[in-house]
């Protein structure tokens, strides 16, 4: 018997198996092969932040319809909520947008159906880099990794998807994620005005700006970026950028949100 073939036995004496389904392209891929080779009552979850883009929603729902099964929504509180608790915006050094309204309550639930198997979607290519979705390990729950054991790397990933008829939406993140590159922010004015009011109005509200003054020489501030904006500026290659985005190359962002 295979190391491969063996874990995935072993896997079956659990009585819950958790499959960690951000929408990104690993996890999308992982979630859909594992229910053509390896079918079991598999759970799979997200957690959403309430920020999602329309997009994403939609790509929740074609999800399911291709699994066949809802996807489940790990209760937990918004982005919105803890950002008017803590009255400031998310940054790289203050990531509670991941760590309180992702992680913390996917540990809390995987720990509340215990003993069970958590499937995250670590490529081989990269599993030296990272342990998993930031796995400190939880009591009672095994970590599976679907896209080692297969051998898959990013390539793999990406035309599996493609056999599979399967897009993956320009951003998998956060309206408001302070990762977003300049081409992203314009894109988001220039498609979701109603989603910018409200971003530009929690900057005014907290004091903070989600663009650093040091990352270009663009304004810091949405207000003064939407002035820029309206008045006809472009950031270079911004417009003619259309096709579906990798967001995981941005080195700096937290796995839960890319993969």
């Known amino acids: 018997m295979t190391e491969s073939v063996m874990a995935h036995s072993v896997e079956r004496l659990v009585s819950a198996r958790i499959v960690a389904l951000s929408g990104g392209k690993d996890s999308t891929a992982m979630a859909l092969r594992l229910a053509e080779v390896e079918p079991e009552e598999y759970e799979y979850c997200i957690t959403p932040t309430g920020r999602e883009l329309p997009e994403m929603v939609e790509h929740w729902k074609r999800i399911e319809c291709l699994l066949g099964k809802p996807l489940t929504r790990i209760p937990g509180p918004t982005l919105l909520e803890r950002i008017i608790a803590y009255k400031t915006l998310p940054n790289f050094r203050l990531r509670y947008c991941t760590r309180e309204v992702k992680i913390e309550p996917f540990i809390k639930y995987a720990a509340s159906v215990s003993p069970a198997c958590c499937y995250v979607g670590i490529r081989a290519d990269e599993a030296d880099e990272r342990e998993g979705t930031d796995w400190k390990g939880i009591e009672g729950v095994k970590q599976n990794l679907p896209l080692v054991r297969w051998g898959w790397g990013v390539n793999r990933?990406?035309?599996?998807?493609?056999?599979?008829?399967?897009?993956?939406?320009?951003?998998?993140?956060?309206?408001?994620?302070?990762?977003?590159?300049?081409?992203?922010?314009?894109?988001?004015?220039?498609?979701?005005?109603?989603?910018?009011?409200?971003?530009?109005?929690?900057?005014?509200?907290?004091?903070?700006?989600?663009r650093s003054e040091q990352r270009d020489t663009w304004p810091a501030s949405l207000k003064e970026l939407r002035l820029k904006f309206e008045a006809g500026y472009t950031p270079k290659g911004a417009a003619q950028t259309n096709l579906p985005l990798d967001v995981a190359e941005r080195k700096t962002m937290c796995a839960w949100c890319a993969r």
């Open 157 to 210: 990933v990406k035309e599996y998807l493609r056999e599979r008829g399967v897009l993956i939406p320009q951003r998998t993140d956060c309206d408001l994620c302070y990762h977003q590159q300049l081409g992203e922010w314009w894109r988001l004015w220039r498609d979701h005005k109603d989603r910018w009011t409200e971003i530009e109005a929690l900057e005014t509200w907290t004091g903070h700006t989600l």
